[in-house]
Nanobody
């Protein structure tokens, strides 16, 4: 079992920055990869960024060059640094962990609102 708790969301003006954090607990050694997803009103949940256990990262085209995913030294925290935010980045952001059995775990989400 893995538990995920997101924090760091809020209201920011376009062009601003936010840093999301995901605190990970439980059987962290079973985690293959972690990611950040988002879901805007009326839209499907989409992958924003992911980081594999070996450190390889990938990003949605819409956030490349603006967002950075990283892990804390103890690997029990995952961050999403978001710069140059745009109104279209407004969404609920969810932390995800995929474990070695390919099961997925989700946090409850944190709301990011970018005003124009």
């Amino acid at each position: 079992q893995v538990q995920l708790v997101e924090s760091g969301g809020g209201l920011v003006q376009a062009g601003g920055s936010l840093r999301l954090s995901c605190a990970v607990s439980g059987n962290i050694f079973s985690i293959n990869a972690m990611g950040w997803y988002r879901q805007a009103p009326g839209k499907q949940r989409e992958l924003v960024a992911a980081i594999a256990s070996g450190g390889r990262t990938n990003y949605a085209d819409s956030v490349k060059g603006r967002f950075t995913i990283s892990r804390g030294n103890a690997k029990n925290t995952v961050y999403l640094q978001m710069n140059s935010l745009k109104p279209e980045d407004t969404a609920v952001y969810y932390c995800n962990a995929q474990i070695i059995t390919m099961s997925n775990y989700w946090g409850k989400g944190t709301l990011v609102t970018v005003s124009s």
